[in-house]
Nanobody, 124 residues
């Protein structure tokens, strides 16, 4: 059984940076797109970014364009989210996800795998 485990969250001041990691264990995720979502208190979970298996497909939500960068290391079965210029409104639990299609992640429909989440808190 595959598990997705996020790490790298924490407390940072506004303008700072964090790098989230999501490692898949149990088996390889060959062919899977991987992505990130976030959920702030009292709000719905929202799409942040997705990267296709080959890395040729990458999408970002408008509110992170130019600040966040997604990447993956297929050999390590890991996806990363480099977050720069963080703002207090970026405070949320960040979740990793994986699915055979990037479209499923972008639209948050019937996603095959989810991680447990990692807390990111940005202080002003």
């Amino acid at each position: 059984q595959v598990q997705l485990v996020e790490s790298g969250g924490g407390l940072v001041q506004a303008g700072g940076s964090l790098r989230l990691s999501c490692a898949a264990s149990g088996r390889t995720l060959a062919g899977y797109a991987m992505g990130w979502f976030r959920q702030a208190p009292g709000k719905e979970r929202e799409f942040v970014s997705v990267i296709g298996w080959s890395g040729g497909i990458i999408y970002y939500a408008d509110f992170v364009k130019g600040r966040f960068t997604i990447s993956r290391d297929k050999a390590k079965n890991t996806v990363y989210l480099q977050m720069n210029s963080l703002r207090p409104e970026d405070t949320a639990v960040y979740y990793c996800a994986a699915d055979l299609t990037s479209a499923a992640i972008r639209t948050m429909r019937d996603i095959a795998l989810w991680g447990q989440g990692t807390q990111v808190t940005v202080s002003s």
